[in-house]
């Protein structure tokens, strides 16, 4: 079975400051990898996924995650946050092909200080 | 297009008692799914319907909690009898279809609080 691991699960970070949080995950297969986001007060939302193809995924708000085989890692990045980025972001995992269940990390809250 | 529709968005009952929680889908969803998410933890699968048919209830405690999704659209998910432990929020979601390129769109969620 597969499981991901999310180490962080507070991150405070100055407005304008880089940031990256951290996803590893364990599988013996190949897997598909998303982020999703949960800002106060609403339902999580999708923010990127991986499921073939460039190791490196983006999404419209600017944040980025690259898939590390070797390392087993999905990391998510964004050069300069901002306010609105304040939320709690969610790695997860499935195994890849046919029906497969995605199984969710801890969650890492982000808090961006103005 | 409408999102993801839960009710009720809280709910606050003593442990033994019943509860439903209702789901509906957005229009031409498929896949029907509801999770549970426990306070510091991640969602957790508790069922997943494809139409009105289940593909997975393996970590539903059936012993307690029991989902239907009548007619293939909307779905409610019922706990009879709550205890302590089934305090947390129950998230719906829905997709076009069921393979993981199709993006899973949540609702807002049910927060049960169980004294």
């Known amino acids: 079975a597969q499981s991901v691991t999310q180490l962080d699960s507070q991150v405070p970070v100055f407005e304008e400051a880089p940031v990256e949080l951290r996803c590893n995950y364990s599988?013996?297969?190949?897997?598909?990898l998303f982020w999703y986001v949960q800002y106060p007060n609403q339902g999580l939302q999708l923010l990127l996924k991986?499921?073939?193809?460039?190791?490196l995924v983006e999404s419209i708000n600017g944040f980025e995650a690259e898939f590390n085989k070797s390392q087993t890692s999905f990391h998510l990045r964004k050069p300069s946050v901002h306010i609105s980025d304040t939320a709690e972001y969610f790695c997860?995992?499935?195994?890849?092909?046919?029906?497969?269940?995605?199984?969710f990390g801890t969650g890492t809250k982000l808090q961006v200080i103005p | 297009e409408a999102g993801v529709a839960q009710s009720p968005r809280y709910k606050i009952i003593e442990k033994r008692q019943s509860v439903a929680f209702w789901c509906n889908p957005i229009?031409?969803?498929?896949?029907l799914y509801w999770y549970q998410q426990i306070l510091g933890q991640g969602p957790k699968l508790l069922i997943q319907?494809?139409?009105?048919?289940?593909?997975?209830d393996s970590q539903l405690p059936k012993d307690r909690f029991s989902a239907e999704r009548l007619k293939g659209v909307d779905s409610t998910l019922k706990i009879q009898p709550a205890k302590l432990e089934d305090s947390a929020v129950y998230l719906c979601?829905?997709?076009?279809?069921?393979?993981?390129?199709?993006?899973?769109?949540f609702g807002p969620g049910t927060r049960l609080t169980v004294l």
């Open positions: 319907f494809q139409n009105n048919g289940v593909v997975d």
């Open positions: 599988s013996s297969v190949s897997v598909y």
């Open positions: 979601a829905s997709s076009l279809g069921q393979g993981l390129a199709d993006t899973q769109y």
């Open positions: 997860a995992v499935s195994l890849s092909g046919g029906y497969q269940k995605v199984t």
């Open positions: 991986y499921l073939s193809g460039s190791t």
């Open positions: 229009s031409g969803h498929a896949t």
